[in-house]
């Protein structure tokens, strides 16, 4: 295993709603990346923390937010649930912000109602 | 048109086979690109980076076309264990060392 984890496993929530995922990188790994990934496609990349600052983010509305604690652990907030938001989300931790190697985690899948 | 193209498939092909998939992008200043693999309803896993001079893993040979801009993967001597989905990922000279990935494309190997 990658030693990524992300929390919680599956979420179902309503349009509207709010939801908050949890990701703890492998250990030494100051980078963590978000991904989105809809069914039958591939990983879209959100955006990405490296050590507590964002540092890159792709094509996603403000309603996606997220920040880096101090322990590298990372969150994805997401406001205003929209019924397109339901995906798998998947974090990535690496050892810098340059590193290629990235370290996938489980993934938290959201199903939006 | 998607940055990373790539067949979705599925191949289905029964064990022992060679099988090849392909993959263009379209970002000319893409740097770095990988095969990663995803089973199903799990996270991506890096199967192999790709560099220009092709290279080789077991059973498994990744080939770049810079000029082209393409990218292939070869599977010799299938397996039933290599049915998965592959995506097809590069990463751009940007902030934020974002992988840009394919949608993927599925391999079933049949006994």
């Known amino acids: 295993e990658t030693g990524v984890t992300q929390s919680p496993t599956h979420l179902i929530k309503t349009r509207g709603q709010q939801v908050t995922l949890r990701c703890s990188s492998q250990?030494?790994?100051?980078?963590v990346s978000w991904y989105q990934q809809a069914l039958g496609q591939g990983p879209q990349f959100i955006f990405q923390y490296y050590r507590e600052e964002e540092n890159g983010r792709g094509n996603f509305p403000p309603r996606f937010s997220g920040l880096q604690f101090p322990n590298y652990s990372s969150e994805l907030n997401v406001n205003a649930l929209e019924l397109d938001d339901s995906a798998l989300y998947l974090c990535?931790?690496?050892?810098?912000?340059?590193?290629?190697?990235?370290?996938f985690g489980p993934g938290t899948r959201l199903l939006v109602l | 048109r998607k940055e990373v193209e790539q067949d979705p498939g599925p191949f289905n092909v029964p064990e022992g086979a060679t099988v090849a998939f392909n993959c263009t992008y379209s970002?000319?200043?893409?740097?770095?690109f990988f095969w990663y693999r995803q089973d199903c309803r799990k996270e991506p896993k890096l199967l192999m980076s790709v560099y220009s001079s092709g290279n080789e893993d077991g059973r498994f040979t990744a080939q770049l076309n810079r000029a082209s801009q393409y990218i292939s993967l070869l599977i010799r001597d299938s397996k039933l264990s290599d049915s998965a989905t592959y995506l097809c990922v590069v990463r751009g000279n940007n902030a934020g060392n974002m992988l840009t990935f394919g949608g993927g494309t599925r391999l079933m190997v049949k006994p």
């Open positions: 990535a931790s690496s050892l810098g912000q340059n590193q290629e190697t990235q370290y």
């Open positions: 970002n000319s200043a893409s740097q770095s």
């Open positions: 250990s030494g790994h100051n980078t």
